[in-house]
């Protein structure tokens, strides 16, 4: 017997092994194709820089090029792609390095920051950054030229750019200077349509047919402001995106959740942006997503209504976040343990909190867990400790509830790691994409007013909001990979009459000493404009106690717009230029995101 399932065990092995072997792609026309266009980009490169007078034709030509090949330039290096080819236009700091390295921008993105340029000192610029992408293009083919394209890979970069295109394309993200973000879809979809039809991946007749409906949609409608990109997305992206999911399974081909160790971001078997599976929820959590049950969030949440674990007996987490307020205050900064003063910024709502790379306005915190110690031993709030919190809680009806919410704890259940994992579990409860908005972009029977769509289509068009508050968190989470949190310099003033700046110096804080850089003056983390109709007042310091006031500071330019000196702001100084009209159906969109949850 033991033989017999050895043999049907080994067997099972091999037959998944065989299923999931990455199979190369080697069409030559598939090669040749890709390399030539990878040159094909670079003489237009060339010819741009050498040719400044006709820029806005030339570049338009180099824009094409770059976006048909887009797809595997950013998947097959993304390291590279992100520090040279087309980084966000704003400086960032390497990760995991012991030091200050400071990665300055360079790339498309920033020559279409300059692509308006007129000054000598500008146009110098301009041709120097165009050259440097030509020469690190070449690098890019030499470190590349040899490496085969595999089935796996192919697919992968494919589903990854669709949500590129979606999420950082059309919201004017990738296009800053030029606007040319429908332009760029239609060419990336091209192009991706016509390099799945050259390598050795089956197809269907759905997905060649929803690729040629989208090519033809994004052709015939071309004005960035115009742009639907509600109905685009009900009816030709989601649809082609679901269908491409499809060809993991035909062509026997692991997505990223099966061909990656560590949880990836994105649910890859997820078809809809705006939905609760979109999110791999362990890819958030630095625990084991199984100690995430019922009970666990039951015992989470009556630690985070319960005053006792405060210093004076008078404080909860629930004190600053009151669900009836979208799990904020109401205040314009949270009142201390005292009752005497207040904290220093502003309390956030909680809601889809746990989908960020970083906590608190000034990201000092990693992980969801870790806030929990900022705020027990902060004097201004909780002023304890976790030694005080944990013997209280083992004396009472909590060691109870710890035993049945771990049972392998039996021993000691009530210890930092199961108290941190129980707040953690009713906090990353509180995640919801069911708003009147998610539902109706899901197809689901839903009616939802035409002043909505156009608000969600200034939102991610005109007014640029979704350039910084990402699709589908509208938050900093950047996609498409989702795996960073962005924090912005706006201006904020002090007090609503713009006399001066707010004096908080953000993320540039001394319990982060590495972001002790200029540019982290006075930044301050993207956070979700979801349930912002519950959460007034506004912005780090609470300074605005109404949804108008907030959208009025970013239509006129933030703080630089204002009058106010910001040298490193990165909101656009100039006015958006929307009218009484467009505003109101900005903050009508916004109230569509409303979410109840307790």
Do not use: W
């Given at each position: 017997m033991k033989r017999r399932f050895s043999i049907l065990f080994f067997a099972a092995v091999i037959a998944c092994m065989v299923a999931f072997t990455p199979k190369l792609t080697t069409n030559t026309d598939f090669n040749t194709k890709y390399y030539g266009q990878i040159d094909q980009l670079i003489n237009q490169l060339n010819q741009l820089q050498n040719d400044i007078p006709n820029f806005e034709t030339n570049y338009t030509e180099c824009r094409k090029a770059f976006k048909r090949l887009e797809f595997l330039l950013a998947h097959l290096d993304r390291s590279f792609y992100a520090k040279h080819i087309n980084g966000a236009p704003l400086p960032k700091l390497e990760k995991n390095v012991p030091d200050i390295r400071i990665i300055e921008p360079h790339g498309f993105q920033v020559i279409d920051e300059l692509s308006g340029a007129t000054s000598t000192e500008e146009i110098k610029l301009l041709k120097s950054e165009i050259s440097r992408l030509s020469t690190k293009l070449n690098q890019w083919k030499t470190m590349h030229s040899s490496m085969n394209h595999t089935n796996e890979i192919l697919l992968q970069a494919v589903q990854y750019q669709l949500i590129r295109i979606y999420t950082l394309g059309l919201t004017g993200f990738d296009t800053p200077g030029s606007l040319q973000g429908v332009s760029d879809a239609y060419y990336s979809i091209q192009g991706l349509h016509d390099y799945l039809a050259l390598s050795d991946l089956k197809s269907t007749k759905s997905v060649q047919s929803l690729f040629e409906k989208n090519i033809i949609y994004l052709g015939r409608h071309t004005d960035f402001e115009a742009f639907d990109r509600a109905e685009y997305y009900k009816l030709y992206w989601q649809p082609l995106y679901r269908e491409v999911l499809k060809l993991y399974e035909l062509n026997q081909v692991r997505n990223w959740n099966q061909s990656h160790v560590k949880p990836v971001e994105v649910n890859a078997t997820a078809e809809h942006l705006f939905s609760d599976d979109w999110f791999n929820r362990q890819a958030f959590l630095?625990?084991?997503?199984?100690?995430?049950?019922?009970?666990?969030?039951?015992?989470?949440?009556?630690?985070?209504?319960?005053?006792?674990?405060?210093?004076?007996?008078?404080?909860?987490?629930?004190?600053?976040?009151?669900?009836?307020?979208?799990?904020?205050?109401?205040?314009?900064?949270?009142?201390?343990?005292?009752?005497?003063?207040?904290?220093?910024?502003?309390?956030?709502?909680?809601?889809?909190?746990?989908?960020?790379?970083?906590?608190?306005?000034?990201?000092?915190?990693?992980?969801?867990?870790?806030?929990?110690?900022?705020?027990?031993?902060?004097?201004?709030?909780?002023?304890?400790?976790?030694?005080?919190?944990?013997?209280?809680?083992?004396?009472?009806?909590?060691?109870?509830?710890?035993?049945?919410?771990?049972?392998?704890?039996?021993?000691?259940?009530?210890?930092?790691?199961?108290?941190?994992?129980?707040?953690?579990?009713?906090?990353?409860?509180?995640?919801?994409?069911?708003?009147?908005?998610?539902?109706?972009?899901?197809?689901?029977?839903?009616?939802?007013?035409?002043?909505?769509?156009?608000?969600?289509?200034?939102?991610?068009?005109?007014?640029?909001?979704?350039?910084?508050?990402?699709?589908?968190?509208?938050?900093?989470?950047?996609?498409?990979?989702?795996?960073?949190?962005?924090?912005?310099?706006?201006?904020?003033?002090?007090?609503?009459?713009?006399?001066?700046?707010?004096?908080?110096?953000?993320?540039?804080?001394?319990?982060?000493?590495?972001?002790?850089?200029?540019?982290?003056?006075?930044?301050?983390?993207?956070?979700?404009?979801?349930?912002?109709?519950?959460?007034?007042?506004?912005?780090?310091?609470?300074?605005?106690?109404?949804?108008?006031?907030?959208?009025?500071?970013?239509?006129?330019?933030?703080?630089?717009?204002?009058?106010?000196?910001?040298?490193?702001?990165?909101?656009?100084?100039?006015?958006?230029?929307?009218?009484?009209?467009?505003?109101?159906?900005?903050?009508q969109f916004m109230e569509a995101l409303e979410h109840s949850l307790n």
């Open positions: 630095d625990f084991n997503e199984q100690d995430l049950r019922p009970k666990t969030v039951a015992l989470g949440k009556a630690l985070f209504f319960d005053p006792k674990l405060s210093a004076n007996g008078k404080m909860a987490c629930a004190t600053c976040h009151q669900p009836s307020k979208g799990f904020s205050d109401g205040l314009a900064k949270s009142t201390t343990i005292s009752g005497e003063g207040t904290v220093l910024r502003n309390s956030p709502g909680l809601v889809n909190s746990l989908y960020a790379k970083g906590f608190f306005y000034d990201l000092r915190a990693e992980h969801l867990s870790q806030q929990f110690e900022h705020v027990i031993f902060s004097e201004d709030e909780f002023n304890t400790s976790f030694v005080g919190i944990l013997d209280q809680l083992k004396e009472t009806k909590y060691r109870q509830l710890f035993t049945d919410a771990f049972p392998g704890h039996a021993r000691n259940p009530v210890n930092p790691y199961t108290f941190k994992v129980a707040l953690s579990s009713y906090i990353a409860s509180l995640s919801d994409f069911n708003s009147e908005f998610d539902r109706y972009m899901r197809n689901e029977d839903i009616a939802i007013d035409s002043s909505v769509i156009a608000g969600y289509n200034l939102f991610t068009g005109k007014a640029a909001c979704a350039t910084c508050h990402f699709l589908p968190t509208f938050s900093g989470l950047v996609p498409p990979f989702y795996d960073d949190s962005e924090t912005e310099v706006l201006g904020v003033p002090a007090t609503r009459d713009y006399k001066v700046i707010d004096q908080d110096p953000g993320r540039y804080t001394k319990q982060k000493p590495k972001e002790l850089v200029g540019f982290y003056q006075n930044s301050f983390k993207t956070t979700t404009v979801r349930n912002a109709s519950q959460t007034a007042p506004y912005m780090h310091n609470g300074v605005f106690t109404e949804l108008e006031e907030v959208l009025e500071f970013y239509n006129n330019g933030g703080g630089l717009g204002h009058g106010l000196h910001v040298p490193n702001q990165t909101l656009a100084g100039d006015s958006l230029n929307l009218n009484d009209l467009e505003l109101t159906q900005l903050q």
